[in-house]
Structure formats: C-alpha cells, structure tokens
C-alpha cells in the first residue's frame, strides 16, 4: 500500500483462500465528504491475530464517527485506512494498493448507502460488474432492504438552476466551504485544451486553439465525468475520482461572492500538494477530503462529491454528465470495474 507522495507504505499478508477480497461501494454522505469522490471501498488488512498495525505517524486520524476513526495522509491527502473501534482491525482504501492490476484480488459485491445520495448518485453509473448485479442497499449492505435502480432519481427541472442561486460546497469538517454559481456569459471566457474525458491524452489532439467552451455542453450546467487514472487514484485513495470542471470565476469562498476563488492562499483547512509539473491538488488537512485538482489558469477541477446540491450526489441541475468515456480508463487499476462503469454510464446517458 502506499500514498500518492509514498510517505506513508504498508505491506500486509492475506491467506489465499481470502481471495478474492470482498468490499461494497459506499455512497454515503460521509464517505463523499471525506474524500470528494462519490464512491469509496475498502479491504480488511488485518487477517491475522497479530499482525503489525500500519505506521501511522505521517498521517493525520479524523474521528468522522463513533464507529471508527479515518487515516490520510498529511503530506498529499491519501485516504488510507480506517480503524475500527469495537476490535480495532484495519482496513485499507482500494486505490492504495500497489500491485499491477486488481481483478481477480478484490470483488465488488455491492452498493450500500444509497439512501444518502437522494438521486443514486454513482450507484446508477455501474449497475453490473464482470456479468453480474450489483446488489443495491440503502442503508448497510445485507442489514437494510434493497432498493431498485433509478428507484430515487427525480426529473430535474430545465429552470431549476434559476431557484437555486449558487451551490453551496463544503468537506466533511466544514474546513473547506465555498459555493458555485450557474454559468453565466463569464463562464465562457475560460480558456482550457481539451481533457483526456473528452479527447484522449495519448492521441495527442488536446490542442483547442479556437477555445471551444467544451465545459459548457449545456448553457446551463457545467461538463462533469469520471477518472481513473493514476495519480487521481492515488490521491484519493479509491480507484474512481468524479470531477467538475467549472471556470474560476464561478467559484466563491462565500454565498455573497465578495470573496472570488484564490490561489495565492487557498482558504480555510485546504492544503496543498504539486502531484505533477504544474498541477496542484489541494485537500483539507483536517478531514481529507479531495477538494481541486488546480492545472488550468481560468477553469479548475471540483471534486463533485463535495457539492450539496438540492437534487442529490449527482447534482444534476448544475452538471451535466458526460458518458461516452471515462478518463485515462487505460490505467485503469481494476478493469473489470472500469468496464463496468464504462458501460453502465452509457446506458444511463
């Protein structure tokens, strides 16, 4: 296991008729609000009586409840591990391993906490993995009833924007707050070469010079879509990152917008990490949370599972999704995974 900066490493031992190991995909409020993502899994480290705790000196623990207390690292903001309180095993983030691929070691058995998300959130984007249902739990998986697909997802309102001023953001802690208003003509004016999402890196097409405004599908919401490249894996722990892509000067570090978004000094519990040259990914050093992934002059990345949107986790009357692809889907830790997200957004678009 390690972190995206590798200050923090562990090694663990499973016995092989563990495998492959178990783990469902939480979309509970807290776990988006600890890590900016829609959809957090873990594995059990902890198989045998006395094996070595991890070294936990260089990450910073955040009590989120009375059942267990969270790990990240201090450094670059990795969620790690949880520890439980009854017995106190531990268990590890998903996207923290390091081997060359996960399928076949870890299976996905399910959704649980969908009744947090009010619409499905990222439950409705992969509905099936390797041939088989994910099994749909509102509340824990195997101690509440299942729930149906698009069971919650409500119609959204072509006008609802206009009801809803700005979208207020903020991390599990509340270190980190601010609020994203409706695009507007300003909105337009940033200026960004075309992301992998859209246009494969690799293919060497990213250039827009005519600046084609691609983070505005719709003139009434903001481009939203899914990674699952290396270091955003890394840096958040899990091995799916859900981004917005929303120009600068639509973000306010408060509701009345006289204090505009800033990088001289990101605001609030926000730290700061230069995971690549001239890419700055900031998390709050309190509880963790993911909040940007800072590249672009005039548009930035906004962890989506941040946003409190009145429609639910996907935010929908402020993003519009994109389904045809998911970026960097080639790096890839567990493809059985991508492919399941892959091709369920495309039935969901």
């Not at 200050?7 to 409020?29: E, G, I, Q, R, Y």
């Not at 390091?98 to 070691?105: A, H, L, M, P």
């Not at 809803?164 to 509340?174: E, F, Q």
């Amino acid at each position: 296991l390690s972190c995206l900066c590798s200050a923090a490493k562990h090694k663990f031992l499973v016995p092989s008729d563990a495998l492959p190991l178990p783990t469902n995909l939480c979309n509970c409020n807290i776990s988006r609000r600890i890590s900016g993502t829609l959809l957090t899994s873990y594995i059990n480290i902890s198989h045998y009586d006395g094996v070595p705790t991890p070294e936990l000196t260089v990450l910073t623990p955040y009590k989120s409840s009375e059942i267990l207390t969270r790990y990240f690292c201090s450094i670059c903001g990795t969620q790690m591990y949880l520890e439980y309180n009854h017995d106190g095993h531990f268990e590890a983030a998903t996207g923290t391993l390091q081997v060359d691929n996960t399928d076949g070691i870890i299976d996905f058995r399910s959704h649980m906490w969908i009744e947090d998300t009010l619409d499905g959130g990222a439950s409705d984007f992969i509905i099936e993995l390797n041939g088989r249902a994910l099994k749909r739990y509102a509340q824990e998986h195997s101690h509440s009833i299942e729930v149906a697909l698009d069971l919650q997802r409500p119609a959204v309102s072509e006008s609802h924007g206009n009801q809803h001023r700005k979208v207020h953001a903020h991390c599990h802690c509340n270190g980190v707050q601010f609020y994203i208003d409706y695009p507007n003509d300003a909105s337009k004016a940033a200026v960004s070469p075309w992301p992998d999402l859209l246009i494969p890196f690799h293919t060497g097409k990213s250039s827009n010079l005519s600046n084609y405004a691609w983070w505005l599908p719709r003139q009434d919401r903001y481009l939203a879509g899914t990674c699952s490249c290396n270091t955003c894996r890394q840096a958040s722990g899990f091995d799916i990152t859900f981004w917005a892509f929303i120009p600068t000067c639509n973000i306010s570090q408060d509701l009345e917008g006289t204090r505009p978004f800033t990088r001289k000094s990101y605001w609030g519990t926000m730290k700061s990490f230069q995971s690549s040259e001239g890419v700055t990914r900031t998390f709050c050093g309190r509880c963790g949370a993911n909040v940007f992934w800072d590249g672009r002059d005039s548009l930035i990345d906004v962890s989506v599972g941040l946003l409190d949107a009145p429609s639910g986790a996907r935010a929908e009357e402020l993003l519009a999704w994109w389904a045809g692809r998911v970026s960097f889907e080639e790096d890839a830790l567990n493809q059985g995974l991508i492919r399941g997200l892959e091709s369920g957004l495309k039935a969901w678009g």
